[in-house]
T-cell receptor, first 112, second 113 residues
């Protein structure tokens, strides 16, 4: 089983719909992150969390919300999806400062 | 100025050659640097980390860090077609205050058989 699991892998949704992307991990890491990746723009940080009670906005949090349900689970929600939220979304976890990230396999989201 | 900058490429090298990938960063307080490899449609995979000035070697990969000049590079020796991917440079900007990585936009490497 993968260390960091994202569901769904692919999703097509309509403008205005609410959608949740889920991430779970078995690595025991406290730090979890949500990034989106767009061609030419690279990976951009949406939200991050250092523990269940600690949630922080990243550089592009508008239009998104998150929930850290447990140490192992970190969900990203799009309250009212819009087409420019079409992107590849990655969840990542980290043990700490010097260890880098472990990424999930990604969710390809298309908003039509 | 972007916080972490990379040439988008594509960088094309013949099989067996050395591929040299470069990255510059804006924050002199940055302490940790990482190279990720990403195949098309897949997730980034960590291949090298470096924290001190100088070179760090792991197999065919060598990471180089020069904090005075604020650049990081990755050398891939004996390049193989399977090395064809996008290489992402990442830095832990802000030093010890946070643990969030800022990524460059990546350099596409194409190794020609």
């Amino acid at each position: 089983d993968a260390d960091v699991t994202q569901t769904p892998r692919n999703r097509i949704t309509k403008t205005g719909k609410r959608i949740m992307l889920e991430c779970s991990q078995t690595k025991g890491h406290d730090r979890m992150y949500w990034y989106r990746q767009d061609p030419g723009l690279g990976l951009r940080l949406i939200y991050y969390s250092f523990d269940v009670k600690d949630i922080n906005k990243g550089e592009i949090s508008d239009g998104y919300s998150v929930s850290r349900q447990a140490q192992a689970k970190f969900s990203l929600s799009l309250e009212s999806a819009i087409p420019n939220q079409t992107a590849l979304y990655f969840c990542a976890t980290s043990l700490g400062l010097d260890y880098g990230y472990t990424f999930g396999s990604g969710t390809r989201l298309t908003v039509v | 100025q972007k916080e972490v900058e990379q040439n988008s490429g594509p960088l094309s090298v013949p099989e067996g050659a050395i591929a040299s990938l470069n990255c510059t960063y804006s924050d002199r307080g940055s302490q940790s640097f990482f190279w990720y490899r990403q195949y098309s449609g897949k997730s980034p995979e960590l291949i090298m980390s470096i924290y001190s000035n100088g070179d760090k070697e792991d197999g065919r990969f060598t990471a180089q860090l020069n904090k005075a000049s604020q650049y990081v590079s990755l050398l891939i020796r004996d390049s193989q077609p399977s090395d064809s991917a996008t290489y992402l440079c990442a830095a832990n900007l802000g030093g010890g205050a946070t643990n969030k990585l800022i990524f460059g936009t990546g350099t596409l490497l194409a190794v020609q058989p």
